[in-house]
């Protein structure tokens, strides 16, 4: 079956370190991909998406994430986390099922600590 | 740009009541989306509007739930009668065009327990 897996439920990061978040997904075909972060409070907000192309995304927030086919995995990146990236992350993907579907991951919850 | 507007934020009400929601998309998107939310996981679609007509209600609960937006602008979800695994964050989203690919802006959710 189509899915997207997040296999980590929650990271704890120093501030100022880097981080990587994890996602794997199972399509047979090229997916549409998307990273969304969800506040506290807030509704979910797009980080970045990947098409086709450029494998490597950059996005808003110093965010950036890249597409690798032989692994099935599209893991985001930032070089250097800010306590205010304490949120959770959801990695989706586009079935294209007649009209197109987006299907979420469970999410990466994130703390940051000083 | 308003963004999606959506109330009450929060519910509480007692298993077998009935509840209803309401979104308002931002202005001029054709898509309308309501997704349930439940604690620990991610949104799972319940029903897509293309303007007023229904493209995809494959995973509402038709049994207790229903939606609908008459207008093609603003929308209601409504359950009745609720069951304590309603409980959830119930959030609505819309897009400019009918792609599913295209980003999808999301209102805050409403917070809905049921006791």
């Known amino acids: ?114 | 740009e308003a963004g999606v507007a959506q109330s009450p934020r929060y519910k509480i009400i007692e298993k077998r009541q009935s509840v209803a929601f309401w979104c308002n998309p931002i202005s001029g998107h054709a898509t309308l989306y309501w997704y349930q939310q439940i604690l620990g996981q991610g949104p799972k679609l319940l029903i897509q509007f293309q303007n007023n007509g229904v493209v995809d209600d494959s995973q509402l609960p038709k049994d207790r739930f229903s939606a609908e937006r008459l207008k093609g602008v603003d929308s209601t979800l409504k359950i009745q009668p609720a069951k304590l695994e309603d409980s959830a964050v119930y959030l609505c989203a819309s897009t400019p065009t009918r792609g599913g690919h295209d980003e999808q802006f999301f209102g805050p959710g409403t917070r809905l327990t049921v006791l």
């Not at chain 1, 189509?2 to 996602?23: F, K, N, Y």
């Not at chain 1, 549409?32 to 970045?48: E, H």
């Not at chain 1, 086919?69 to 800010?82: A, D, E, G, I």
């Not at chain 1, 993907?93 to 197109?100: A, E, H, K, P, Y």
């Open chain 1, 1 to 114: 079956a189509q899915s997207v897996t997040q296999p980590d439920i929650h990271i704890t990061v120093s501030e100022g370190a880097s981080l990587e978040l994890r996602c794997n997904y199972s399509y047979g075909a090229t997916p549409y991909l998307f990273w969304y972060v969800q506040s506290p409070g807030q509704g979910l907000q797009l980080l970045l998406k990947y098409f086709s192309g450029d494998t490597l995304v950059q996005g808003i927030k110093g965010f950036e994430a890249e597409f690798k086919r032989s692994q099935s995995s599209f893991n985001l990146r930032k070089p250097s986390v800010h306590w205010s990236d304490a949120a959770e992350y959801f990695c989706a993907v586009v079935l294209n099922t007649g009209f197109q579907k987006l299907v979420f991951g469970t999410g990466t919850r994130l703390l940051v600590s000083p």
